[in-house]
Antibody, heavy 119, light 111 residues
Framework: QVQLVESGGGVVQPGGSLRLSCAASGFTFSDFAMHWVRQAPGKGLEWVAFVHVDGHTKFYRDSVQGRFTITRDNSDNTLYLQMNSLRPEDTAVYYC????????????WGQGTLVTVSS | QSALTQPASVSGSPGQSITISCTGT?????????VSWYQQHPGKAPKVIIH???KRPSGVSSRFSGSKSGNTASLTISGLQAEDEADYHCCSYGGPDTHWVFGGGTKLTVL
């Protein structure tokens, strides 16, 4: 079965950087597009970024464009999110999610990793 | 990238039915047939319960159903059970500029 395991979260000061990882197993990682979705404490879900199977087509929400970079390593079955110039409003649990097809963007989810941006 | 509008909370007694609305615009909910719904228990990851407006993934109870009219999608849970108490989130594609947009989430309390 699909398994997604995020890691790399932690506490970072405003302006700092962090790299999240999502280790995938139970499916052919290179065949599926992937997303990052976040959830601020006590708030709703918020889509963050998307990467196509080819690793080149990428989309971001406006508030992270230019600061966050989504990448994937199909040889290592791992999804990444490089987060730079972090702001307090980036504080959230970050989930990776598997897109089974374009009409089903978030079919499987990891357990999430908490990022706290605070001085 | 505005969020879709959901009620903050709904409640119902065991055995009853409840409906959660998700209101968007013709640029998202009304423009594409890809509204999905997610159930999230406290401290857990979301789980998809409805996709493509009305389709239920295998393994999801038939007590969950989705519908859509114009710019508003709805999730109905029939025969409420205690384990249905959770947060419910709707999501829609919002076009090539917005991509994916979620609602603010609805907390369901089973009385």
């Amino acid at each position: 079965q699909v398994q997604l395991v995020e890691s790399g979260g932690g506490v970072v000061q405003p302006g700092g950087s962090l790299r999240l990882s999502c280790a995938a197993s139970g499916f052919t990682f290179s065949d599926f597009a992937m997303h990052w979705v976040r959830q601020a404490p006590g708030k709703g879900l918020e889509w963050v970024a998307f990467v196509h199977v080819d690793g080149h087509t990428k989309f971001y929400r406006d508030s992270v464009q230019g600061r966050f970079t989504i990448t994937r390593d199909n040889s290592d079955n791992t999804l990444y999110l490089q987060m730079n110039s972090l702001r307090p409003e980036d504080t959230a649990v970050y989930y990776c999610a598997q897109e089974s097809m374009s009409s089903r963007p978030f079919d499987s989810w990891g357990q999430g990793t908490l990022v706290t941006v605070s001085s | 990238q505005s969020a879709l509008t959901q009620p903050a909370s709904v409640s119902g007694s065991p055995g009853q039915s409840i409906t959660i609305s998700c209101t968007g615009t013709r640029r998202d909910v009304g423009g594409y047939n890809v509204v999905s719904w997610y159930q999230q228990h406290p401290g857990k990851a979301p789980k998809v319960i409805i996709h493509e407006d009305t389709k239920r993934p295998s393994g999801v109870s038939s007590r969950f159903s989705g519908s859509k009219s114009g710019n508003t999608a709805s999730l109905t849970i029939s025969g409420l059970q205690a384990e249905d108490e959770a947060d419910y989130h709707c999501c829609s594609y919002g076009g090539p500029d917005t991509h994916w947009v979620f609602g603010g989430g609805t907390k369901l309390t089973v009385l």
